[in-house]
């Protein structure tokens, strides 16, 4: 089946680490995003690119890095900037502009 | 800027009761709209969507919503709700910027359904 496929489900975050939030799909699509989400608030912008090689900041991109070597890829690193990094991430992608946006299953970052 | 408001952030319903949950967005000129649903710890699923034409569209799992442009409102609306709804909703807002789809997301409106 094609779909978002995000790891780990939970992870855990020590303090001054960096870590790696893994977004995989196979429906070949173009654009990729990264959303964080916080009780009430909503989803936040953190990266999109739309194409391989590509990549913008959304609006609470401090603190985050990514990179986007193959289409099918987009991972996230919460870097030890962030500095409230627990929340629950949602990775999308999405095919024509007009199309709305899959998600993947989320990971869940805490800080130990 | 575009904007998406869900007023109600609980709403608490009978199983079997009708459900009717708000969304209006503030945009220039008309936007795409989408419904999403979340289960806990789970990614969000898409309930239906809006582009073009007629302003009353299907969804899944019995949803329906209609667009009424005189009032910027896309509202979310079942017959009869089941137990299996509870979860939480989420409008979007989606406009087109030079290729780039910017959303907008409500802050979300939970659904608790009692038997």
């Known amino acids: 089946d094609g779909g978002i496929t995000q790891s780990p489900k939970y992870l855990f975050r020590k303090e001054g680490q960096n870590v790696t939030l893994s977004c995989e799909q196979n429906l070949n699509h173009d654009a990729m995003y990264w959303y964080r989400q916080d009780p009430g608030q909503g989803l936040r912008l953190i990266y999109y690119?739309?194409?391989?090689?590509?990549?913008q900041k959304g609006d609470i991109a401090e603190g985050y890095s990514v990179s986007r070597e193959k289409k099918e890829s987009f991972p996230l690193t919460v870097t030890s900037a962030q500095k409230n990094p627990t929340a629950f991430y949602l990775c999308?992608?999405?095919?024509?502009?007009?199309?709305?946006?899959?998600f993947g299953d989320g990971t869940r970052l805490s800080i130990l | 800027a575009q904007s998406v408001t869900q007023p109600d952030i609980h709403i608490t319903v009978s199983e079997g009761a009708s459900l009717e949950l708000r969304c209006n967005y503030s945009y220039g000129a008309t936007p795409y709209l989408f419904w999403y649903v979340q289960s806990p710890g789970q990614g969000l699923q898409l309930l239906l969507k809006?582009?073009?034409?007629?302003?009353l569209v299907q969804g899944i799992k019995g949803f329906e919503a209609e667009f009424k442009r005189s009032q910027s409102s896309f509202n979310l609306r079942k017959p009869s709700v089941h137990w299996s709804d509870a979860a939480e909703y989420f409008c979007a807002v989606a406009t087109d910027s030079g290729g780039y789809q910017k959303v907008t997301f409500g802050t979300g409106t939970k659904l608790q359904v009692i038997p």
């Open positions: 999308a992608s999405r095919d024509l502009v007009s199309q709305p946006q899959h």
């Open positions: 690119s739309q194409i391989v090689n590509d990549f």
């Open positions: 809006y582009f073009s034409g007629d302003t």
